[in-house]
C-alpha cells in the first residue's frame, strides 16, 4: 500500500513571493504519478500539475515547479509570484500504473495555504 | 464537455433518513470514483468502478453504504441509514485508461450534513 504525507499542515506566504509545500511518499512501486491539486474555499479539486516517475525532468506549469526526488520519495511543489488567488488546500497525490486502475488516487492530509497582501 | 456533474450538491437530512448522492462521469472515461473527505480522516476513497463493475470496495465504512453504476453515464452511492458520522464531502471522479491526460477529473462534490 502506499503512503502520502504532507507535513505542513499550514503555510502562509506574502503575495509575489514565493513557497514551497512538502511531500513525502512511500511506494515500491516503479511505474507511478505524482499530482498536486489545489482546493480553494469553493471545494473543487483543481489539478496543479502532474509528474511522471519515469521523467527525470521536473514538470513545470507557469507559475508552479515541482522538485521530484524519486530516490528520496519527495515530491515538493513550489509556487513562484503568489497570488491571492493561490490561497486554498493543497494536496499530495499518488497514482500507481498498473493498468488496471487509472485515476485511483492516495492523497496526503492536505497543506492549507495562505497569501497575503 | 461539462465535467463530472454531482447532485446534489447540499444535501440535509435527519438521521435514519435514506441518502442517495448522483454522479455523471465525463463521456468515455472508463473509471468513476467515490471519495470522501473529511477534517479527521481526510480525502478516502470508498470505491471505484471500471466500465461500470466495481473493483475495490474496500473503503465502504459499513453495510450502510451502497454504490451502484448501472450504466456507463451514471453512479449512485447511497446511505442507509444515515447516521450523524457520515457527514461529509462525498466527490466523484472520473478518469480515462492511460493516454496523455491521465489523471482524475473531480465533481464539485457534495456536502452531506446528518442531524
Known amino acids: 500500500a502506499q503512503t502520502v504525507t504532507q507535513s505542513q499542515p499550514e503555510m502562509s506566504v506574502q503575495e509575489a513571493e514565493t513557497v514551497t509545500l512538502s511531500c513525502t511518499y512511500d511506494t515500491s512501486e516503479n511505474n507511478y504519478y505524482l499530482f498536486w491539486y489545489k482546493q480553494p474555499p469553493s471545494r473543487q479539486m483543481i489539478l496543479v500539475i502532474r509528474?511522471?516517475?519515469?521523467?527525470?525532468q521536473n514538470a513545470t506549469e507557469n507559475r508552479f515547479s515541482v522538485n521530484f526526488q524519486k530516490a528520496a520519495k519527495s515530491f515538493s511543489l513550489k509556487i513562484s509570484d503568489s497570488q491571492l488567488g493561490d490561497t486554498a488546500m493543497y494536496f499530495c497525490a499518488f497514482m500507481k500504473v498498473d493498468g488496471t486502475s487509472y485515476g485511483k488516487l492516495t492523497f496526503g492530509q492536505g497543506t492549507i495555504l495562505t497569501v497575503h497582501p | 464537455d461539462a465535467g463530472v456533474i454531482q447532485s446534489p450538491r447540499h444535501e440535509v437530512t435527519e438521521m435514519g433518513q435514506e441518502v442517495t448522492l448522483r454522479c455523471k462521469p465525463i463521456s468515455g472515461h472508463d473509471y468513476l470514483f467515490w471519495y470522501r473527505q473529511t477534517m479527521m480522516r481526510g480525502l478516502e476513497l470508498l470505491i471505484y468502478?471500471?466500465?461500470?463493475?466495481?473493483?475495490?470496495d474496500s473503503g465502504m465504512p459499513e453495510d450502510r453504504f451502497s454504490a451502484k453504476m448501472p450504466n456507463a453515464s451514471f453512479s449512485t452511492l447511497k446511505i442507509q441509514p444515515s447516521e450523524p458520522r457520515d457527514s461529509a464531502v462525498y466527490f466523484c471522479?472520473?478518469?480515462?485508461?492511460?493516454?496523455?491526460?491521465?489523471?482524475?477529473?473531480f465533481g464539485q462534490g457534495t456536502r452531506l450534513t446528518v442531524v
Open positions: 471522479a472520473s478518469s480515462p485508461r492511460g493516454g496523455a491526460r491521465t489523471e482524475a477529473f
Open positions: 509528474q511522471e516517475a519515469y521523467k527525470q
Open positions: 468502478f471500471n466500465n461500470n463493475v466495481p473493483i475495490d
